[in-house]
């Protein structure tokens, strides 16, 4: 690495760099590790997953809504099985706990069919069509008029799966690098690429092969790389979702789910792993990144959740936390897919860019892995 402050220059240049440690960063590290690769990953802030990776619901997707053969739709079912592989080989908490997607009113039945019928498509076939009455044998305080069980979605601690990919890169002789903000991308006159590097790690490093993996800040960095004439990294758009959390004990064992509005999936139940419940995330267009809680949509939350759960005593709600997606289209536009920017993209050999990474991105990070490896592998 050359470092700043007319310190002798070190030589750290790697063969393989991922610039942002989230889970999906750290996801692809590990698979570039096992795949052999020298890999090094570099972090802005001083813990991993400190961004979208810890502002979520958690959730391990079936892969039910999003249209089939999309990126979204595959990574999701085939990360979700690798998933759950991982998570038992590894010791990493999580529960198959199984959702119910309900419908809370007669016009929306057709709703449940549509989605049962997306989901086969996707490959889930186990979907489970439930009348009123069989729902709430499973779930005696929820209310609904019909409703489908989902089997495979499940819960994860989202902590110790990072924990755990993190030391799987180590395992491998690879390095996360904390404290490491990447400034500016160029590419190098002889091949790969020099990264720019700031705060505690005032320098540059360079590496054969980049993946970016920025998350909220990837088409920010993305464009500060030089790339031919009719390539721009997507633009990247901020939906901000916060959560409410239910003290004392869960009225429920499943995560319950409305039927979604467009590509929201509208304000759920979920458990997590140490069997608490929250509801959200509500969706927010947002034009900067903004983590404040918006106490004033207590009133809004209360109607929504009581459509479902109607027993919902307000005293036991408090504010949690939000978090933002990092959407590629605006409000009222058609939901995108990932998008996963390999050379036929962009025309740059050695370099994958991840844009758009939102929800399933957790359920889909190891599948993303193995993808943009075999990006890699391609390019030789
Ligand atoms: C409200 C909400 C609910 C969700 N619920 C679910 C769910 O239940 N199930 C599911 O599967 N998915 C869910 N998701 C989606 C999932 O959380 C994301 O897809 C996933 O966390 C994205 O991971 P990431 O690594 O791409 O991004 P991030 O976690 O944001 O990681 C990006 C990392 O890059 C770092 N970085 C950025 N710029 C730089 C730079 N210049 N230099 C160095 N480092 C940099 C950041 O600090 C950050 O650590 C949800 C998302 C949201 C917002």
């Not at 902590?159 to 799987?168: E, P």
């Not at 920025?214 to 979702?241: D, V």
């Not at 959560?243 to 319950?256: D, M, Q, T």
């Not at 897919?337 to 990474?357: R, S």
Request: proline share 5%; aromatic share 6%; net charge neutral.
């Amino acid at each position: 690495m050359e470092h700043a402050a007319g310190r002798e220059p070190m030589s750290a240049d790697v063969e393989t760099i991922v610039v942002g440690a989230g889970v999906v960063g750290l996801a692809v590290a590990r698979a570039l590790s096992l795949a052999g690769h020298e890999t090094m990953v570099l972090e802005q802030h001083e813990l991993i997953g400190s961004e979208t990776s810890s502002r979520n619901s958690e959730v391990i997707h079936a892969g039910i809504y999003y249209p089939p053969g999309s990126l979204r739709a595959r990574l999701c079912v085939r990360g979700k099985h690798l998933l759950y592989a991982f998570c038992a080989e590894n010791g990493v908490a999580h529960a198959r706990c199984g959702k119910l997607l309900v419908a809370t009113d007669e016009s929306q039945l057709f709703r449940l069919a549509a989605i049962r019928e997306t989901a086969m498509q996707n490959g889930v076939m186990d979907l489970e069509p439930l009348a009123a009455k069989a729902a709430r044998a499973l779930e005696p305080e929820v209310a609904c008029v019909a409703a489908l069980l989902s089997p495979s979605t499940g819960i994860i601690d989202s902590h110790g799966l990072m924990l755990a990919l993190a030391g799987h890169i180590e395992a491998c002789g690879g390095l996360v690098v904390l404290r490491c903000p990447v400034e500016r991308l160029e590419r190098r006159q002889n091949g790969g690429f020099r990264l720019v590097t700031g705060g505690d790690s005032r320098g540059a490093v360079s590496c054969r092969r980049l993946v970016l993996s920025a998350g909220l800040n990837a088409t920010r960095l993305g464009r500060t790389l030089a790339l031919g004439a009719g390539y721009r990294p997507p633009e990247t758009y901020y939906a901000k979702g916060q959560y409410y959390a239910l003290s004392g004990r869960s009225p429920f064992k499943r995560h319950i789910y409305p039927i979604p509005d467009g590509a929201w999936l509208g304000l759920h139940a979920t458990i997590d792993v140490g069997g608490r419940c929250k509801f959200g995330p509500d969706l927010a267009w947002i034009p900067a990144i903004d983590y404040g809680f918006e106490a004033q949509k207590l009133g809004q939350f209360l109607d929504f959740i009581r459509r479902y759960y109607p027993g919902l005593e307000v005293a036991r709600l408090h504010p949690d936390y939000t978090g933002i997606r990092p959407k590629l289209y605006r409000a009222g536009e058609p939901a995108c897919d990932f998008a996963i920017h390999g050379p036929e993209a962009h025309g740059q050999n050695d370099l994958v860019a991840l844009y758009g990474i939102e929800s399933p991105g957790l359920t889909a990070a190891l599948a993303i892995g193995e993808m943009v490896v075999g990006l890699l592998a391609r390019q030789g």
